[in-house]
């Protein structure tokens, strides 16, 4: 009996992280309280305590589970290498944009992050620091010495989740799909998987369609 809880304890905990991070990710991590995250489970706000010391204990895990569930996942698969190309298009794509609560948390949720206390931001950045290795390790040009090439990993995670960011702020579909693009196309250049032009692949749009 006694192991049957604890698996029911387990399972139920790990359904709480799974809709938190979902939650967090749509709607903010402030715009949502524990009651609205417990009701959301079909259980009640007294039960949180039994699995979370805290809300901030809550998001740390939420964040970290987050990771494994949106878009630089594809890091997680051992058996497949990571494709950078393939990591930047889907990432800088309207269906990640479209859907937040499937997203990568740097992008939905990456100032309320900052906000979190340090042991939080720590495992984040242990996060961050891993799929950073592995877009520097996923770039071809030998000519990059090690710091060159960890500046280059950040400075293209920067792009997309900059872009990801802004298209999702502002209200014209049309300027956010520029964003989308102009951020794809920065970033692919940075990874040396498309040619730098003198002319852009975009253009600012003439007229503004609420999104």
């Not at 309207?94 to 740097?106: F, I, S, T, V």
Request: net charge positive; with cysteine.
């Amino acid at each position: 009996m006694a192991r049957y809880e604890k698996g029911r304890k387990e399972e139920t905990h790990l359904r709480v992280v799974k809709a938190a991070s979902e939650r967090f990710r749509k709607d903010g991590v402030d715009g949502v309280g524990v009651a609205t995250l417990m009701n959301d489970v079909g259980l009640t706000h007294g039960g949180f305590y039994a699995h979370f010391a805290s809300k901030d204990a809550l998001v740390k895990e939420a964040a970290l589970f987050a990771f494994g569930a949106s878009p630089d996942a594809m890091l997680k698969d051992d058996e497949t290498p990571f494709d950078l190309r393939a990591f930047i298009e889907v990432y800088a794509s309207p269906q990640h944009r479209d859907h937040p609560e499937k997203g990568c948390p740097l992008a939905a949720i990456g100032s309320d992050l900052a906000r979190r206390p340090k042991d939080t931001r720590l495992a984040v950045t242990k996060k961050v620091q891993e799929l950073v290795g592995q877009i520097g390790a996923a770039l071809t040009d030998d000519r990059l010495h090690e710091q060159e090439r960890a500046g280059r990993a950040h400075a293209i995670l920067a792009q997309v989740v900059g872009a990801v960011q802004m298209s999702r702020i502002v209200t014209s579909r049309t300027e956010s799909d520029m964003i989308l693009a102009a951020g794809k196309v920065s970033a692919l250049q940075l990874a040396g998987l498309l040619e730098a032009s003198p002319t852009t692949p975009w253009t600012v749009p003439s007229k503004q369609v609420k999104r």
